[in-house]
């Protein structure tokens, strides 16, 4: 039975790898830190399917849209900001 | 109008048309204080949400915004963007109501990204991923994901909500995060690295089959 040859002290595992995913996408790892993190992806696929697949998750997520103002809480700000503009008005002359 | 898109090279656009809107809400343009609040209305209810115990609470939050930003008008300097500064207000103000003052993120307890028992002893995938980051970008599925995403968004723990919300949904670069919550460059790190890492397993159970 083939045995898996002894890791380097230095090359991550999958499990920690996972762990680097964010740092790696904001670009906060060291140098030698990206290198060890690319290092690894290059011979596992599974984490490299990992990395896309929180790549996805950004994107999914950045297609949520806010929701747009409901028309009966427009009428609440308008109603906001006329209150205001007449307290400011009556509160004497103003800036201009 | 429609929806514009908020992110990346949006920006630089998004805050052109915010500074136009500023001017004419300061020359007393009530239309131009509308088209303000419609633009980020929902960003500011949605963190004032991850503060106060209910919804009528939030928009109570929002709204002294608002009130707070036609009175300060005058003193925005535009130093920073107008949408950091709005959120700013939300949260400063959701915090002095003293609902929920917590300032620093206990970040101490290991959440990991990935269930342990998915890797064998060396810390190698013993379940590894099923291939679908390709398949998910289809227009038709993802679409159909949208309404799970939004629901597991609710479910996340407030910190990372937030987070998510404003880096991933908002579109705010991590700096504007941690301005806007006053939270360290590593604590927003963390928090989005574990609210990611949720939102992914739960697209994991939906199109994967692990």
Redesign the interface.
């Known amino acids: 039975m083939p045995r898996i040859p002894l890791l380097h002290r230095r090359d991550l595992v999958c499990q920690q790898a996972v762990e680097l995913v964010t740092s790696y996408l904001e670009g906060t790892l060291s140098r030698a830190g990206r290198r060890r993190f690319e290092a690894h992806l290059a011979n596992c696929p599974h984490c490299s399917e990992y990395l896309a697949q929180m790549r996805t998750t950004i994107e999914l997520t950045g297609r949520i849209t806010p929701e747009d103002l409901p028309p009966h809480m427009q009428d609440e700000f308008v109603a906001l900001y006329r209150r205001w503009q007449a307290g400011r008005d009556n509160a004497g002359p103003g800036r201009g | 109008m429609r929806?514009y898109s908020k992110?990346h090279a949006a920006a630089a656009v998004h805050q052109d048309k915010d500074d136009d809107l500023l001017a004419a809400l300061r020359a007393?343009d009530?239309q131009a204080?509308?088209a303000l609040?419609?633009r980020h209305?929902?960003?500011m209810l949605?963190l004032a949400t991850g503060y106060v115990p209910s919804a009528a609470i939030a928009e109570e939050v929002v709204?002294d915004t608002?009130?707070a930003v036609?009175?300060g008008i005058?003193g925005f300097e535009g130093r920073s963007t107008l949408r950091t500064w709005l959120l700013r207000i939300v949260v400063n103000r959701a915090r002095t109501a003293g609902l929920r003052e917590r300032r620093t993120v206990a970040v101490a307890d290991p959440e990991?990204?990935?269930d342990?028992s998915r890797?064998d002893a060396?810390?190698?995938?013993a379940s590894?991923?099923e291939?679908?980051?390709?398949e998910?970008?289809d227009r038709l599925r993802?679409a159909a994901?949208?309404a799970r995403?939004?629901s597991a968004?609710g479910e996340l723990p407030a910190r990372q909500r937030e987070v998510?919300t404003l880096r991933?949904?908002?579109?705010l670069s991590?700096g504007e995060v941690c301005s806007v919550l006053d939270i360290s460059?590593g604590n927003q790190?963390v928090l989005?690295?574990r609210g990611?890492?949720r939102?992914?397993q739960v697209?994991?159970t939906e199109f994967g089959r692990t």
């Open positions: 929806q992110r007393g009530e204080f509308v609040v419609r209305h929902s960003a949605r709204q608002w009130l036609l009175r005058s990991p990204a990935v342990p890797f060396s810390g190698a995938w590894p991923p291939r679908w980051a390709q998910a970008q993802a994901i949208a995403l939004r968004m998510v991933d949904v908002e579109g991590s460059e790190r989005l690295h990611r890492s939102l992914r697209l994991e």
